[in-house]
């Protein structure tokens, strides 16, 4: 994979919903260029992989200096098409706009990159790549859950939201709870802040970043607000921190 993409600024729903209301006046720089490498340029399954990201402005000027969001120049997301795989990393910064990151693929099948990067003196950004993962692909069927609770790992996670209608904002509230039952109080910041939610389409051309409300809480409610732009279904991945583990927690709900 050596493959070359442009991007697009994030409206909304991006990770700067925290930063929104500052006065600096920033230039939108258009139709960034950005280049994908990946080596082995033939990507497996379970393979360790590294990716590379290369990023110019459009008349091919390297650009130089990013700023950190949430404690990192980069976040990427990897999906699988059939919303059955979800990786957040986040690629380092080598220099000359090149960013670089390690990974192995746990499932075949086609995947879609989200890069979400802020340049100096210009808006957030999102670059989005496709990817082939080789080997024997299953697919899964996206379906609605019917309850919005699940068990991962020693604890136990609740989403409370009203029927999601587009365009309509609306309150998505996280509940955490111990093995035990008892509500947790003591969330530990996750890139600092109490948890990160990515919501993405069935269809993957729609791509929502959202945090929390109260960055700073420690639960059990973990709160959050947006929109849906289009209806349809929708897989939401929430992430936790507590007790120096990550916890991540997939739900998929139906937008009417």
Known sequence: MNEHSTVSNLQGHSMMDSHQ??????????????????????????QETEIFID??????????????????????????KDLSVFQHLHPQYIEKGRFHVKTTFPKA?????????????????????????????????????????????DLTIELILPKAKVDEHIS?????????????T???????????????SEDMNEFLHVH?????????????MTSFPRSGLYKIWGQFKYKQQLYTVPFVIEVK
């Open 21 to 46: 209301g500052h006065t600096d006046h920033k230039e939108n720089i258009p139709k960034l260029q950005v280049d994908w490498t990946a080596n082995p340029h033939t990507v497996k399954v379970d």
């Open 55 to 80: 990023i110019k402005d459009f008349s091919g000027k390297v650009i130089e200096t990013f700023l950190a969001v949430h404690e990192k120049e980069m976040h990427l997301l990897a999906i699988k």
């Open 212 to 224: 929390p409300v109260d960055e700073n809480t420690k639960g059990p409610d973990v709160e959050y």
């Open 109 to 153: 099948g086609e995947y879609k990159f989200y890069a979400d990067f802020l340049p100096e003196g210009a808006n957030q950004q999102l670059a989005s790549h496709e990817l082939v993962v080789k080997g024997l692909e299953t697919k899964e069927e996206v379906v609605p859950d019917k309850l919005l609770k699940k068990e991962i790992d």
């Open 186 to 200: 003591e969330l530990e910041p996750y890139l600092g802040s109490a948890g990160h939610v990515v919501i993405v």
């Open 172 to 184: 998505l509230i996280f509940t955490l709870y111990d093995k035990n039952g008892n509500p947790i």
